[in-house]
C-alpha cells in the first residue's frame, strides 16, 4: 500500500462487529515513526477493541492495518505481531510479584530469545547495561533488588513498561497507564513516557485529562468506532462533538 509508506502505523477503513454491533466503524488513523498519540474517548468507543486489532488479538471485517510501511498485521497472528516489534500494556499490572525488580526484567529480556536459548543463556554484559538503562527510565534503579510484590502499584506499572521495553517494541500500546496512580506518579509517568517516546512510536489510552495534557502530544478522539476529531487537546476540546460526546458528559 504506498499511503502508507514513511508511516509507522496506517489504519485504513477499518471496521468490525460483534453480532451486528458496528464496534470500529471505517476507522482511519495514520502514526509516524517515533510519534507518540494520545487516544481518548467515552467508554465503549472502540479503544480497546482498536488495541485488539492492532496487536492482531481481532482481526478486522476490513479495511487495512500496515505496520513500518509495509506490513499488513491482518495477514499475522498475535505471536507473529508482537515478535516484529509491537509491544501492549495492559491496564493490570502481570508482573512476577515474587521475583526482585531486576529478575523481571531479565526474565523480559530473555523472554525475546526464546524457550530453549533462555534455559542455556547466561546474561551478558551488555544484558546488564541494557537491564541498567531501563532501570534508569522507570525511576527503579533504587529499588532493583526490591520483591516486585514490594513496589507500589504506581512502581509496578513502570516496571511493567520496563518488561516491555527489554522486548524492543517499535511500537507501543499502553492501555490507561495511570488508573490507580497517585498524583506525583501520574506526573512521573508522563515524563516517562515522553522520554520512551524518543525512541520508538507509543500509543497512549487514557482517560485522565491532566495526564494527557501533560503528554503534550497530538490526541485522536474516538467515539463509536470512529474518529471524531483530531490535533492538540486545546483543539479537539474546543470542539462541539467532542463537547457532546465526551467532555460534557
Ligand atoms: N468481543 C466482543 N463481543 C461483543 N461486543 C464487544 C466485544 N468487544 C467489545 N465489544 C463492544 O464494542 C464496543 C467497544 O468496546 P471497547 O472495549 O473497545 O471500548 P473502549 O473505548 O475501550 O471502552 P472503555 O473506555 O470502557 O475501555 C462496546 O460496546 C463493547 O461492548
Redesign the pocket.
Known sequence: MKEAKGSLLYLDGVSVA??G?K?INNLSMVLKPGEMRAII??????????MDIITGKTRPDSGYVIFDGEIDLTQHDETDIAAMGVGRKFQKPTVFESHTVWDNLELALNRKRGVFSTLFYKTTGKDREQIDEILETIRLIARRDELAANLSHGQKQWLEIGMLLAQEPKLMLVDEPVAGMTDSETDETAKLLREIAKTRSVVV?E?DMGFVRNLDVKVTV?AE?SVLAEGSLDHVSANEKVIENYLGR
Open positions: 460483534f453480532d454491533f464496534a474517548g467515552p467508554n465503549g468507543a472502540g479503544k480497546t477493541t482498536m489510552v482517560h474516538l468506532g
